[in-house]
């Protein structure tokens, strides 16, 4: 049972981390280097990340600055920034491209709100999709008379319980990221 628990809370972990994850790619007016992490160059015939390809640094709150390794590959990772859902349009000064994101009116952090609470209720229905998992082992193990009816009650109890903490860990996060967005 207690591998079972480890399991449970490792998967419920994961879908709190990448939360996280997402948190990050979400553009909310401060310059981000991780707002750059879904953007891909077709590189030699390979989808290759621009982190492998350049530097990727932040001048001030707002811009990034992309330094290509190799200077060939400043126009692929141009096309790659315009062809992306970052939104804005990069600068190209023939050795470095320059990211300047604007800051976000009114209307764009409401939009912002509104990503990152659907981004939290995705990792809700994740943890709740983990809980269902569990419970539904849990049952078969029953079934098998491998748990007794006690021992059932108490693992449901015991992974409501961690579902609980984790949706709290959720909701507090989800807090957080809109306060920062409002606050820009």
Known sequence: MKAQ???????????????????GTIR???ASPSV???????????A???????????????????????RST???INKAIQASDVGINP???????RLVFPAPTEERRKE???????????????????????????KAQKKANELSEDDLKSAEKDVQDLTDKFIKMVDKAVKEKEQEVMSL
């Open 112 to 138: 912002l709100c509104k990503q990152v609470s659907k981004e939290g209720e995705s990792a809700k229905v994740a943890i709740r999709n983990i809980r269902r998992d569990a419970m539904d082992k849990f």
């Open 28 to 30: 909310a007016g401060k």
């Open 91 to 97: 600068t190209d000064d023939g050795s470095v491209i």
């Open 74 to 76: 400043l126009k692929l």
């Open 36 to 46: 750059l992490d879904r953007v891909t160059v077709d590189y030699y015939g390979a």
């Open 48 to 70: 290759t990340p621009i982190q492998q390809l350049a530097t990727i640094s932040t001048s001030d709150a707002r811009t990034l600055v992309i330094q290509p390794w190799d």
């Open 5 to 23: 628990y480890k399991e449970i809370e490792e998967r419920m972990n994961k879908t709190l981390d990448s939360l996280y994850r997402e948190f």
